[in-house]
C-alpha cells in the first residue's frame, strides 16, 4: 500500500514534469531543478521565457509561483504571487508566451477546420458515389 505523503510527492513531481512538457513549446527552457530541494510538499522548474529571462518556480499545492530570478535560486524573502495554473504565471511574466499560445491555438483551430472541411467532402463524395450507384 502506498502512504498519502509518497502519493502527493508522486502526483506533484507528475504534474511538473507534464507542466514541462506542455509550455516547451512557448518558452526557451524549463526542466525540473536538479540543484534545489524537492520532495513531498513542493518541486521546482527552471524556466526561460522567450525574453531570455530565467526564473527558478516552486510548484506546491497553492500552485505556481516565481522564487527566483536565475536557475537554481530561492530568495526567501520573495512574496510573489501563487497562480493556479503555470499558464496564468507564463501570462503575466512572458509577452512572447501570450503571442506563442495564442499563434499555437490559431493553428490547431486552422488544422481542425481545414479536418473538418476534408471529412465534409469525403462524406459528400460518398454520397454522391452511393447516388450515382442507385440511379
Given at each position: 500500500m502506498v502512504d498519502v505523503e509518497e502519493e502527493e510527492n508522486f502526483t506533484l513531481r507528475i504534474e511538473a514534469q507534464e507542466v514541462a512538457k506542455e509550455v516547451?513549446?512557448?518558452?526557451?527552457?524549463?526542466e525540473i531543478a536538479?540543484?534545489?530541494?524537492?520532495?513531498?510538499?513542493?518541486?521546482?522548474?527552471?524556466?526561460?521565457?522567450?525574453?531570455?529571462?530565467?526564473?527558478s518556480v516552486e510548484l506546491t499545492d497553492q500552485g505556481f509561483r516565481v522564487v527566483g530570478n536565475k536557475f537554481n535560486m530561492v530568495d526567501e524573502n520573495t512574496s510573489?504571487?501563487?497562480?493556479?495554473?503555470?499558464?496564468?504565471?507564463?501570462?503575466?511574466?512572458?509577452?512572447?508566451?501570450?503571442?506563442?499560445?495564442?499563434?499555437a491555438l490559431l493553428k490547431k483551430l486552422e488544422n481542425l477546420q481545414m479536418s473538418q472541411e476534408k471529412s465534409d467532402r469525403d462524406n459528400n463524395k460518398g454520397r454522391s458515389e452511393e447516388s450515382d450507384n442507385n440511379s
Open positions: 516547451a513549446f512557448a518558452v526557451d527552457f524549463v536538479k540543484d534545489l530541494p524537492n520532495g513531498d510538499k513542493v518541486i521546482h522548474l527552471n524556466l526561460r521565457t522567450q525574453e531570455e529571462q530565467e526564473f510573489s504571487q501563487y497562480f493556479e495554473t503555470i499558464y496564468a504565471l507564463l501570462d503575466n511574466h512572458s509577452p512572447k508566451y501570450r503571442k506563442s499560445f495564442g499563434d
